[in-house]
């Protein structure tokens, strides 16, 4: 059975930073992609970052040159600091995990895993940004 268990929601202020871990179990093989996605009420589910067993690493624009997204294989978790935060960035913040790569093959083209190509996912936690 695979488990992801996130950490480290809470309050801040903008500006500030908070940096958010997600421990994995259960997973046994060495090809995954884990990805972080947040969910403001009322919005889609948002793509923030990715990271595929091949180190290889993607940050939404969003968030770009203010969040960065770990992993440390040793303790089997899975980090994003989020630093300069934003009132906009307030959301639900939820770790996922599949066992294919990041990358997905349409056509010609390719692009970033979606959150509906996930097949296991954490229970959230939530980040509130303030003024």
């Known amino acids: 059975q695979v488990h992801l268990v996130e950490a480290g929601g809470g309050s801040e202020q903008a500006a500030g930073s908070l940096r958010l871990s997600c421990g994995v179990s259960g997973y046994m093989y060495s090809g995954y992609c884990l990805g972080w996605f947040r969910q403001a009420p009322g919005q889609p589910r948002e793509r923030v970052a990715d990271?595929?067993?091949?180190?290889?690493?993607s940050v939404a624009d969003s968030v770009k040159g203010r969040f960065t997204i770990s992993q440390d294989n040793t303790k089997n978790t899975l980090y994003l600091q989020m630093n300069s935060l934003k009132p906009e960035d307030t959301a639900m913040y939820f770790c996922?995990?599949?066992?294919?790569?990041?990358?997905?093959?349409?056509?010609?083209?390719?692009?970033?895993?979606?959150?509906?190509?996930?097949?296991?996912w954490g229970q959230g936690t939530q980040v509130t940004v303030s003024n």
């Open positions: 996922a995990l599949d066992g294919g790569g990041c990358w997905i093959q349409v056509g010609r083209d390719r692009r970033r895993r979606g959150s509906h190509e996930y097949n296991y």
């Open positions: 990271i595929g067993s091949d180190g290889e690493t």
